[in-house]
């Protein structure tokens, strides 16, 4: 996956997803939790690649590329369409479990936009490895483009 925004910080960094060139910064209303960012060649509901937090304690940066495993899915509907998270961990590295990061992800994603127009998030349910394994499957973009 490719890290758009580093953990503890405040600024959104957008990339071009295809050819991931820096295109500009905005400063939301919450630090981000976890590493975060996109998993290129994917194609989510809402036109973009799908979003994902990288669950680790490494200090990642943002214009990284991270082999990880996806291990849980985040429901969410931004302005009310779909926009889940996919959640991961670094190859190889241990995985706290859901629960253990739900009151952290539901709080983020209530505080990062709040009170921004057009910017209202819906936190669903947090599901298991098998439900991000699908919703990546379905959200996979053929070599045909």
Known sequence: MFIE??????????????????????????????????????????GDCVDCFVVTGLPLSTGELVDCEPVGLMEQTEAGF??????????????PGMQALRPALTRFAKEVFAGMPGREVVVGRFLPRQAALAYLKACACSAEG
Do not use: C, M
């Open 5 to 46: 925004n580093e953990a503890g910080s405040d600024l959104k960094h957008h990339h071009d997803e295809e050819t991931l060139a820096f295109l500009r910064t905005e400063q939301v209303r919450a630090p981000y939790p976890f590493p975060y960012g996109f998993i290129p060649g994917t194609l989510a509901p809402d």
């Open 82 to 95: 779909v926009d889940h998270n996919v959640v991961a961990v670094p190859v190889g590295e241990a995985w």
